[in-house]
């Protein structure tokens, strides 16, 4: 009996494994400012052998990738061992990171999507190319400059016989609050050049010069005398200098070795950074019609911070919709689960219904909470949705869900995909194609439409 039980339980775990696409999802260890490669060991893709697949990293969830990213974009189901990498920008402010993937599964006549997190734990290393020196960046005050970087503030390993490169990087947000600048012989200045450093009530630092591209050897990194000057009082105490450190070796000039690293600097007199709050001048409510995909606006939900400007703050989902789903217009086909500010400013965030009819208004809640740039989170907060009763007889879309395809098939366009809904005579509600589309063509029982 016991064996009969246990061969049924296993019969069971079969037919779920195979009705999903991703058999091993164990997550990733990557050493803070280092890359790894991702393998079948920590993400193994069930493909059949007709169907082709394919893994992309969805880019518009801004609650994933945030002290990282994974590449290539788009890559093979069956992925060689050096052909993924994660790589790390060498934050010091999160231990944990999440890439979001939607494989598909493409055969001749449908196409199964499934979208898997897969989780990057981040660890520090107990040696590297580069390390924190005794001296820490300080700035007394604020518009003030920090000491020097030198060998005092940032340890750099190499040797003669290797090509030690450092470059600013560039693809982050930091430093947040200021720049990094260099000395700068003051007689060189003209007169005018110098008073248009003089604006407002900043102190006028006329012997500075801001770096905003640097490549660079090692030697002269720690001694051309950079410093980093504060522009953004009130601002909180501590900001970063992003750098990558590269060796690589003296003939083949072959990357050897490679260290991303944020060089913190404290900024006296200034405040502990504080959470974002939501801005209660908007309503948190949305009115919706029923099956219309309805855009979010600041007039129904906003957020500010103290510190991070408002384009960079990041609206997670943390209880979704019972029905219906938040998407991003660029896609409005898939939900999302976050998105930025600057999205909904420009009213590319929206809220799509259900697509079952109803005879009364419905009332559904979504909680959602705000990260700032230090990724310092707000209180959670609701919004309000109400779907109202459509008071019309003429027929709507209830549903488009579009369709994904490889290049070079066809796929019919069924009830799941496209829905139309009439109160009164959905019988006599007819489709007419008016346009075509621009990379293919659409057909009725083998005759071809709005071409």
């Not at 999160?94 to 993937?101: F, G, H, I, K, N």
């Not at 003051?186 to 630092?205: D, H, I, M, V, Y």
């Not at 066809?410 to 009164?424: A, C, G, H, K, M």
């Not at 007419?432 to 621009?438: C, R, Y």
Request: proline letters at 6%; hydrophobic letters at 40%.
């Amino acid at each position: 009996m016991a064996a009969a039980v246990r061969t049924l339980l296993l019969l069971a775990v079969t037919a779920i494994c195979s009705g999903t696409l991703v058999v091993v999802n164990s997550g990733v260890k990557v050493t803070r400012g280092r890359s790894v490669f991702i393998t079948e060991m920590e993400l193994r893709i069930n493909v059949g052998p007709t169907a082709d697949c394919k893994v992309e990293v969805v880019m518009n969830e801004p609650i994933t990738q945030r002290v990282g990213k994974l590449t290539p974009q788009v890559f093979d189901c069956s992925f060689l061992e050096d052909e993924v990498k994660y790589c790390h920008n060498g934050s010091p402010l999160l231990d944990q990171d999440t890439v979001m993937l939607r494989i598909y599964r493409f055969t001749s006549s449908d196409t199964l999507v499934e979208t898997v997190v897969l989780t990057v734990q981040v660890a520090d290393s107990g040696s590297g190319v580069v390390e924190l020196g005794g001296t820490p960046l300080v700035v007394p005050v604020f518009y003030g400059l920090s000491n020097s970087i030198d060998g005092s503030v940032l340890n750099i390993r190499s040797s003669a016989d290797l090509v030690c490169t450092v470059r600013l990087m560039s693809d982050t947000s930091t430093p947040a609050l200021g720049q990094l600048v260099r000395k700068e012989d003051s007689t060189q200045r003209k007169g005018r050049e110098t008073a248009s450093l003089c604006q407002g009530n900043q102190p006028c630092l006329h012997d500075t010069k801001e770096v905003g591209f640097l490549k660079t050897s090692c030697q002269d990194f720690l001694s051309s005398g950079l410093k980093y000057q504060h522009l953004s009082p009130p601002s909180p105490e501590i900001d970063y200098i992003p750098i990558r450190v590269e060796l690589r070796d003296k003939g083949s000039r072959a990357l050897l070795e490679a260290e991303s690293v944020w060089l913190p600097v404290l900024i006296h007199g200034a405040m502990q950074n504080q959470p974002p709050q939501a801005v209660f001048m908007a309503s948190f409510i949305l009115e919706v019609d029923q099956f219309i995909l309805t855009p979010l606006t600041t007039a129904s939900l906003d957020a500010k911070d103290p510190e991070t400007p408002q384009e960079r703050l990041v609206f997670n989902i943390t209880t979704p919709p019972a029905e219906g789903y938040v998407t991003h217009l660029d896609d409005h086909t898939k939900p999302v689960t976050s998105f930025t500010w600057l999205d909904l400013h420009e009213m590319k965030v929206a809220y799509q219904p259900p697509n079952s009819s109803q005879s009364q208004r419905r009332n559904h809640e979504v909680e959602f909470h705000v990260i700032d740039g230090s990724y310092i989170t707000s209180p959670p907060f609701m919004v309000h949705i109400s779907i109202r009763v459509a008071e019309t007889n003429a027929p709507r879309v209830s549903w488009n869900m579009g369709l994904d395809l490889l290049e070079g098939q066809s796929r019919p366009v069924t009830w799941d995909e496209l829905q139309i809904v009439d109160n009164d005579n959905i019988n006599a509600v007819y489709l007419v194609a008016v346009d075509g589309p621009l990379h293919g063509r659409l057909s009725v029982r083998g005759e071809v439409k709005g071409h």
